[in-house]
């Protein structure tokens, strides 16, 4: 299908000759899923069915408290510097993007008064630049108003390298310029098929002027709004204890009609990830827990007490497990894991082939999260046209065991393999969470088998996702040989997903260790194809591009893909909540409400 083809589809659509049901069908057909074929109707100005909530309250408040669950609790409320799924969710309740993902891949405008597109004159032509209206009448919580310079200045800020920001790689290569108070220009140096990454979802909320300006670049770690945001968002901050407890109130100036419904708000953190479902499924304490990674049998049994019902979105996050390539034993320049070293053992691709073997991923899959995940080899899974075909998974003890001997690593006296004096010894941590360490024990078992000797290490979770700079145990530390988690794929578009796979983004002293590149490998032709997509127009070539650069680090077996995991949640019955695999849970709260 080319784009003329595409273009015929639109304007039947738009002329009534075509339904929207049927032209998405029809993408389908030809490999473009439901998220890209829905963009590509925004793009060209198509109305669409409304695929958020319906909200039916008819006036704001009155809904009492809405009650959440985060088992991995907050630590702080500055969506830049949030590098954990737990820290985007939190700040998103003061803080808005220019638009957001519901669930079905659609771009639905937040502070933006609408989503921009050809007709509307928000594209341009060359695809080098794109325009945003700001909504207006939006007000900050402390009264003052949203304005283009708020924009701009996000821009500056997270740009910046010395802010440090988890989110400069949507902010460092493209220009921002003011046009009026209420508009804003994107220029991008080049054609930029996928627009919809600065100001838009995880990584685009936009923070205060007035209350950032002073603390852009070195200073970012000192501004008092890290802790206490003033936003534009539904609830309006009033107190946090990080790693335990976050409490707002009804923002009652808040800029959509009727909304929010709750009068109060609070986030309790910390716990596991059973003890959260069950609170909400079973006990009904809570309204709704985030991220219910706990085996499915557990869950069907909870459900039985009928308070609550589990909800699971289709979504591009993935579980995985991270080789490291460098020495996280041996420090150099005041960092461990430092690019200027390489890993004793896990330098040998035969090493990394062995382990990646020794992952058996279909009892994985079936034993432990059935309706949480699907395994799958490569990293990339949604939307369907950007997964490879090349990449297949297999669990063999036996091929792995050949592997490693004609590798030359041998068994030693304790079974353990060894060569030119160094053995196959490695700690392999992820995160306190009951799957994740059975799991672990599946892995270390059949790494037994092949003389692979696995320490395991489980870290509290606020701790292993935290973005605390002097915390040895997070996980873009890598401080160990490997580790495992889900990473979340923040739009129905992997380029921004894609970007840990590139040299400039390896996490490290410099950037205090917010790149978004873990696994510090790199290779100049993930780097070229990279740089390729960000400019290729047309749609297949682009995906072809992407898929390249997902099978260098797989194929490396660098990274190596567990699960395909869908977004698990537990909600009270009587909750009416918008749960999005695209963006995060509390990316439309504004629009929740009890029945």
Same mark, same amino acid.
């Given at each position: 299908?080319?784009?003329?083809?595409?273009?015929?589809?639109?304007?039947?659509?738009?002329?009534?000759?075509?339904?929207?049901?049927?032209?998405?069908?029809?993408?389908?057909?030809?490999?473009?899923?439901?998220?890209?074929?829905?963009? !590509?109707?925004?793009?060209?100005?198509?109305?669409?069915?409304?695929?958020?909530?319906?909200?039916?309250?008819?006036?704001?408040?009155?809904?009492?408290?809405? &009650?959440?669950?985060?088992?991995?609790?907050?630590?702080?409320?500055?969506?830049?510097?949030?590098?954990?799924?737990?820290?985007?969710?939190?700040?998103?309740?003061?803080?808005?993007?220019?638009?957001?993902?519901?669930?079905?891949?659609?771009?639905?405008?937040?502070?933006?008064?609408?989503?921009?597109?050809?007709?509307?004159?928000?594209?341009?032509?060359?695809?080098?630049?794109?325009?945003?209206?700001?909504?207006?009448?939006?007000?900050?919580?402390?009264?003052?108003?949203?304005?283009?310079?708020?924009?701009?200045?996000?821009?500056?800020?997270?740009?910046?390298?010395?802010?440090?920001?988890?989110?400069? *790689?949507?902010? &460092?290569?493209?220009?921002?310029?003011?046009?009026?108070?209420?508009?804003? &220009?994107?220029?991008?140096?080049?054609?930029?098929?996928?627009?919809?990454?600065?100001?838009?979802?995880?990584?685009?909320?936009?923070?205060?002027?007035?209350?950032?300006? $002073?603390?852009?670049?070195?200073?970012?770690?000192?501004?008092?709004?890290?802790?206490?945001?003033?936003? %534009?968002?539904?609830?309006?901050?009033?107190?946090?204890?990080?790693?335990?407890?976050?409490?707002?109130?009804?923002?009652?100036?808040?800029?959509? &009609?009727?909304?929010?419904?709750?009068?109060?708000?609070?986030?309790?953190?910390?716990?596991?990830?059973?003890?959260?479902?069950?609170?909400?499924?079973?006990?009904?304490?809570?309204?709704?827990?985030?991220?219910?990674?706990? $085996?499915?049998?557990?869950?069907?049994?909870?459900?039985?007490?009928?308070?609550?019902?589990?909800?699971?979105?289709?979504? /591009?996050?993935?579980?995985?497990?991270?080789?490291?390539?460098?020495?996280?034993? %041996?420090?150099?320049?005041?960092?461990?894991?430092?690019?200027?070293?390489?890993?004793?053992?896990?330098?040998?691709?035969?090493?990394?082939?062995? !382990?990646?073997?020794?992952?058996?991923?279909?009892?994985?899959?079936?034993? !432990?999260? *059935?309706?949480?995940?699907?395994?799958?080899?490569?990293?990339?899974?949604?939307?369907?046209?950007?997964?490879?075909?090349?990449?297949?998974?297999?669990?063999?003890? #036996?091929?792995?065991?050949?592997?490693?001997?004609? =590798?030359?690593?041998?068994?030693?006296?304790?079974?353990?393999?060894?060569?030119? /004096?160094?053995?196959?010894?490695?700690?392999?941590?992820?995160?306190?969470?009951?799957?994740?360490?059975?799991?672990?024990?599946?892995?270390?078992?059949?790494?037994?088998?092949?003389?692979?000797?696995? #320490?395991?290490?489980?870290? %509290?979770?606020?701790?292993?996702?935290?973005?605390?700079?002097?915390?040895?145990? %997070?996980?873009?530390?890598?401080?160990?040989?490997?580790?495992?988690?889900?990473?979340?794929?923040?739009?129905?578009?992997? $380029?921004?997903?894609?970007?840990?796979?590139?040299?400039?983004?390896?996490?490290?002293?410099?950037?205090?260790?917010?790149?978004?590149?873990?696994?510090?490998?790199?290779?100049?032709?993930?780097? #070229?194809?990279?740089?390729? =997509?960000?400019?290729?127009?047309?749609?297949?070539?682009?995906? =072809?591009?992407?898929?390249?650069?997902? $099978?260098?680090?797989?194929? =490396?077996?660098?990274?190596?893909?567990?699960?395909?995991?869908?977004?698990?949640?537990?909600?009270?019955?009587?909750?009416?909540?918008?749960?999005?695999?695209?963006?995060?849970?509390?990316?439309?709260?504004?629009?929740?409400?009890?029945?």
């Amino acid at each position: 299908m080319n784009s003329k083809h595409i273009q015929g589809m639109v304007q039947n659509l738009k002329e009534g000759r075509l339904s929207r049901r049927t032209f998405i069908q029809k993408m389908a057909a030809f490999g473009i899923g439901a998220p890209i074929a829905s963009q !590509i109707l925004a793009w060209n100005n198509v109305a669409m069915a409304n695929a958020t909530l319906e909200y039916k309250p008819s006036k704001a408040g009155g809904g009492g408290p809405l &009650k959440l669950l985060l088992w991995q609790a907050p630590t702080l409320l500055n969506p830049h510097f949030a590098s954990g799924t737990k820290d985007q969710i939190a700040s998103r309740i003061f803080y808005e993007p220019l638009a957001g993902w519901d669930k079905e891949g659609n771009l639905i405008p937040q502070l933006a008064a609408a989503v921009p597109s050809k007709e509307n004159g928000g594209l341009s032509e060359d695809g080098t630049s794109v325009t945003w209206k700001l909504k207006p009448g939006v007000k900050w919580h402390d009264g003052k108003p949203l304005t283009a310079d708020d924009v701009v200045f996000t821009w500056e800020y997270a740009a910046d390298p010395a802010t440090a920001a988890y989110t400069t *790689g949507a902010y &460092k290569d493209i220009k921002v310029e003011k046009v009026d108070d209420l508009t804003v &220009k994107v220029i991008f140096s080049k054609p930029t098929p996928f627009w919809a990454d600065p100001f838009v979802g995880v990584a685009g909320m936009i923070i205060p002027k007035h209350h950032f300006a $002073e603390y852009k670049g070195a200073k970012s770690r000192e501004a008092p709004a890290n802790l206490k945001p003033v936003g %534009t968002g539904p609830y309006k901050f009033a107190d946090f204890k990080p790693g335990d407890i976050l409490a707002g109130t009804r923002n009652e100036d808040y800029h959509v &009609k009727n909304q929010p419904h709750f009068d109060t708000l609070e986030v309790k953190g910390g716990g596991d990830a059973v003890s959260a479902a069950r609170a909400v499924l079973q006990t009904g304490e809570y309204d709704y827990a985030w991220d219910t990674l706990v $085996e499915d049998e557990v869950l069907k049994r909870l459900e039985t007490g009928g308070r609550g019902k589990v909800s699971a979105a289709p979504a /591009g996050d993935v579980e995985f497990i991270t080789l490291n390539t460098t020495d996280p034993w %041996t420090e150099v320049d005041g960092e461990r894991s430092s690019i200027k070293t390489r890993h004793p053992t896990l330098s040998d691709p035969a090493v990394r082939q062995a !382990i990646n073997l020794l992952i058996d991923r279909d009892s994985i899959q079936k034993f !432990i999260y *059935g309706r949480g995940g699907t395994a799958t080899a490569s990293f990339v899974n949604e939307p369907k046209q950007f997964k490879s075909s090349m990449l297949k998974y297999e669990f063999s003890i #036996e091929k792995a065991n050949k592997v490693l001997d004609e =590798a030359g690593w041998k068994k030693g006296a304790d079974g353990i393999r060894e060569k030119d /004096g160094k053995k196959l010894k490695f700690v392999f941590q992820t995160s306190i969470n009951a799957p994740r360490q059975k799991v672990q024990a599946i892995v270390k078992q059949a790494c037994q088998r092949a003389g692979i000797d696995l #320490e395991l290490k489980s870290v %509290t979770a606020s701790v292993f996702f935290s973005s605390d700079v002097a915390n040895p145990d %997070t996980y873009t530390k890598l401080y160990v040989d490997m580790e495992m988690y889900t990473t979340t794929q923040p739009q129905p578009d992997p $380029e921004r997903f894609l970007n840990q796979f590139t040299s400039w983004e390896i996490a490290n002293k410099e950037n205090k260790w917010l790149g978004r590149n873990v696994s510090r490998y790199s290779d100049p032709a993930a780097d #070229e194809a990279y740089k390729a =997509a960000q400019k290729e127009l047309d749609p297949a070539k682009r995906a =072809a591009l992407l898929i390249k650069v997902n $099978e260098i680090f797989c194929e =490396a077996n660098v990274i190596l893909p567990v699960l395909s995991r869908t977004k698990v949640v537990a909600a009270a019955r009587s909750l009416s909540h918008d749960h999005s695999g695209w963006d995060v849970d509390t990316w439309n709260l504004a629009a929740w409400y009890r029945s």
